[in-house]
């Protein structure tokens, strides 16, 4: 199997090279010539439309507009364009000469962006982005219009990701309003947008954001390269790109984050990290993520940080729940009963009085139980997922410790582990493995096959990279001051640097404020007083 | 590895990760393929161990072992529903075995449980009197051996079958082992015995000068059930069981230990009635000189101790009586430890561990006195000085008859 | 070869997990078992003078390993012959170390595991360790010795209802003669073991810091193992002395309310880590060793088959653990000084004769 995926990377790389794009011939000065030309390109596709008309009244000329249904503004193009185009053109003006498109397009139409363009592939590209394409007679360019404008989900706040308190918007799936509301977080000239076109067929938008002079240049050169790099026919979600440059593919760990809310990017953008926009999904990667990342929510800095210190722990607690309590009961319940305090382990043992299978099987089974109802309440339509959940933790879990199969505790194990998972959502995947794993060890070799996977956790850990970033940074390698956005929450007025790891190109992100403003205070009174 | 990642080598990252993930394939392979789980023992197989009784076979060699399992599914869970059928069945199951050894009569219960014996949740080990006598450390040390029992388990001595004590009614408990547990648990609020757990009883008998002591349980018929009652002390010097301690003396053993932490003292009053008195804290001081050839032993108690029952008509209320109540319970004390201090010297068993005294604060002279320590310590001088405080009356002063007692 | 490089910080963790190591489970000098945890602090500073002499050759010859040393002083011929010696020498460390652990666990919870179901994964495990290179190794060191530490701290709240200061009464009731031929067995064990580090300290990013990690990592191992070997005696009494593995047994009598009790698998496996960072150093100096001796470009590919070697001469080394314990008492401490002390002595003599390093050899 590995030999299999080894040759199938390797012939990855080799294949890079391959297919240049095809060649297109530029346009003819012919109008029919060229609608031809653009109608074989894309098939007898019913959504192409064209429009002959004759330029008025000034002059007589043939000339055709083309869009693509549903992607163009309809109403842009009645109003800023075809309407002047028929009447607004003045007299005396050579239709054939030269200068006739830039007249057009700098006095008569209506339209924000124009481009000039020669190239039939540059023009049928532009066409299946959403512009309208102005062919006139006898002129070898087409005109560009911008005129994009398609059906867009209204900005919501996203359902994976949700808060209490602070901006409760979510990016959509349309990449300028996504940039667009970054802007509106960070006004500031040094946020900096770098675009380009990948996937073969799909042709998507990515952009590249960051902070210029903020981020680390070579972090941002990195990124580039490696998106460089990526050569797939199609590009439909932020994760098709993050599997391409992700440091570890094979690792179970994430090693780039996702989001999708602005003040979250904008917050990681501001500690010198890069976000890459990906057109058609509302997902944004953000790079170089780290484990500690999975742990912090942006309530954590909405709301005061005694507060946001102590969930954050919780947090903690949780991810540890979610995965060694299956593995820690089996290793109790099957290896070290010498453990569990006399009185407990009576009950225990009453409780499991007479249940057929051992305790890791019994451990096993209920975990793939919870996961596949799990699942079959995310992919149902919503008022059936509940009825699942129900039947699911009514009639599974009475039924099947009535009727002796499985003790109780090991029910009580499993849905304490199935509610401390949801607490580290970006967790889940490697959550769902571990466990697994951790529990089958416990059942070979109680605590010392758990310590053995510990140890290949903490190995495998240490020894990931996230662009260059140690994955477990600010533990190993050690940083005593960034602990203060892990260990604790610290007041965001004494978090005055960035993470060090990752924006030590400008370390300090505010003076030392609060500490001046108490200054100020005891100043100030001691003029009252004095 | 390379220390820094390649930037071309995204080929060769995606290599190093596929083999930690085949290591970890390995591994899991392995484990399961081995067969795995050979120290797997569920729940449901297991025999819970709560108590051991050791004794002496009628005749022939070895030792008799008793066992007190627990049947898990016939102890009342919190809900109040019995698992299994009815309350009928004693929620435990006495087990008896011999063999020439104890280990070797644990591993021959087998042949009568269909459950493997699980000891690590042993409470207490309970020794028969003749097997005390015989000698402690060979019936122990299995227990100190091995990896499963644990090193708090208590050990009692009792004078009649140990597993008479295994079987007898457990009182408020289901099971009679978590029943001693605690009632030696609770012996703060008398004071009358001293538990001992065997790490305690190896540690002492490590200890050149050192006498052991053991609680003593015995059966006792009330109301037609058998009931377990704690009585005493047995002495057991160079591991073999030489005497015993009653209640007094016992008392008065602790009150040298410094582990007196609560428990009442009676005091005769003049008029013949009787007061008695409970102590709230206790703190005991000993110091141990050897001089030249002669020890000398100095005990300081600090008491502090409330009226809690009175026979007497009297308002002892009054700081003059609180003081002569003082006086009095402080001559109590004394009596105690002198009582326990006469039987120690007559069995030569330094119970008190004066000789350790000597062997941590003064090494020399322990080095000289180690040889014939019985003789020292049975010469050995004690002073003792007792100072209570009565602190409390509790609720009420004087009692409440007779209705006027004119003074004032 | 190795390109990956720790900081100073990180040697000194390193130095602390790998001297707690083994001997925290199977500690030497138990005879001395009332006064060790003093004794200890004297073994300290007599292994702090001899490693410091080890370093000395460390400083002559700045970013070579001990073999490459070996071969500037004594030539390619005789060289190879002495590291061939040190080969051996991590080789039965390495092995002795996963022996007693290996041991540990049979004897105290898996006593029906064979020794190979308990040998394999973790040799897997520490094969898996060492191609991740020493960087690896250092981070996920310093993420286990703050276990350590944090289980020693937390082992001083939980032993208070049961720790009895008179135990640890009297001071130095042995002769001096005795003491310091104790002292002298810890300085070599667990102290002297650290001679194994000159393979690693090139790879430390600032070499003149290098004496300083070392000493650091050493004395903080010293408090550690004082700390444990004080709480031992003041729980345990002289009753330590016939444990076979007296460290646990402190653990084994924690009882807070009756509930927590027969603690003694959390520091089992706490130490397991430690040793599991002692055996993991042995693998790398074993892997580097030979790969230089070979010449080799990388260690990698010699991992596996050293990790099997050493599984090998783990189940082998010792034929029980009485023999374990003998050996641990009285062989060990003329092995370690013969290789820590006479043998770095011997190489900076002739060094100092031959009057290297001559200039253009150093980096």
Redesign the interface.
Known sequence: MFEFLRRKLRLAHLRKKQPAPRRYRDLSPDLQTNLIAIRRELGASPDLITRCLQLGPGVASTGALLFIDGLIDQQVVNRDVIFPLLNRIEEGKRQDSEDFLNYLAQKVLAVGEIKKERELGQVVEALLEGDTILLLDGHGEALLLATKGWEKRAINEPDAERIILGPHDGFTENLRTNTAMLRRKITDPSLHFEEMKLGRRTRTGVVIAYLQGVANEKLVEEVRTRLKRVNIDMILDANYLAEYISDAPFSLFPTVAFTERPDVVAAKLLEGRVAIFVDGTPVVNTVPALFVENFQSPDDYNFPFYYATIIRWFRYLAFFLAVMSPALFVALGS??Q??I??PLLITIGAATEGTPFPLVVEVVLMGAIFEIIREAGIRLARPVGQTISIVGALVIGEAVVTAGLVGAPTIIVVAITAIATFIVPDLLGPGIYLRLIYTLLAGV?????I??GA??T??HL??LRSFGV?Y?SP????SAGDLKDVVVRAPIWAMETRPRLIGWSRLQRQPVGFTLAQEERKEEKEKDEG | ????PRRNGHANRHLKIG??LL??F??LL??VL?G?C??RRELENLAVVLGIGVHLPAQGEGYEVSFQIVRAAQIQGPTGETGGGGGTIKPVWILRTSGPTVFEAVRNATLQSSRRLFL?HNQAVIISTEVAQKGIMPALDFFLRD?ES???QWLLLTPADPVEVLDAAAGLERVSALAI?DLI?DYRSTSKIRPVNI?NY??TA??KTSANTLPIIRVKETAGKRELLMDGTGVVKDDRLVGALNAKETRGLLWVLGEVKGGVNTVDLPDGAKATLEIFTAATKVKVEAIEEKVRVGIEVKVQSSLGAQTTTDDLSTPGQIKKLAALQGQVIEDEIRAALRKAKEYKADIFGFGEYL???D?PAWQRLVKEWERHFAGAEVEIKVEVQVENLGLVTRPAFPKETGEK | M????I?A??LALLVMSFTIGSWVVLPTGIQAWQNLWLIIFLGLGEGLLLIYFDLALFRRFPGKTLFEIHELVYGPFVGKLFSLCFLWFFLQMGGGTLGIFVTL?K????????DL??L???V??L???C???I???A??N???IMGTVGLVLISILLVLNIFNP?NL??FF?LSFAEMLWISIGIAAFPFGQNILFLMILPRVNRWQKVTGAVCKGMIGAGLVLSTIQFLAVGV????G??LVFPTF?FY??I?IG??L???E?IPL?NF??MG?VKVILCLYALAVGTAHLFNLRTY?PLVIPLGLFLLLVAGRIYPDISEHIRYIQKVQTFLVLFFALLLPLVTLGVAFLRRLPRKGMTP
């Open positions: 290896y070290h010498e453990l305090p006399t070799l109680g605590a010392y096959g310590m053995l140890l290949f903490l190995l240490a020894s140690p477990l533990l190993v390698p050690f | 590895m390379k220390g820094e083999q930690g290591f970890f390995l591994l392995f484990l081995a795995g050979w120290d690590a990896h644990r090193s708090i547990n648990e790490g190896m540690e490590m200890q062997f941590k604060h090494f | 190795e390109q990956g490089k900081s910080g990180e666990l004897t105290t919870v898996f006593t029906a595991t064979p179901a308990l394999i994964p973790w897997l495990i094969v898996y360790g191609r991740q290179g960087e690896v190794i981070r996920s310093q993420l286990l008179e009464l009297p009731n345990v009494g002289k009753a002395q016939i047994e084994r009598l009882n009756r509930v009790t027969r603690l698998l496996l397991l880590t599991f990698r």
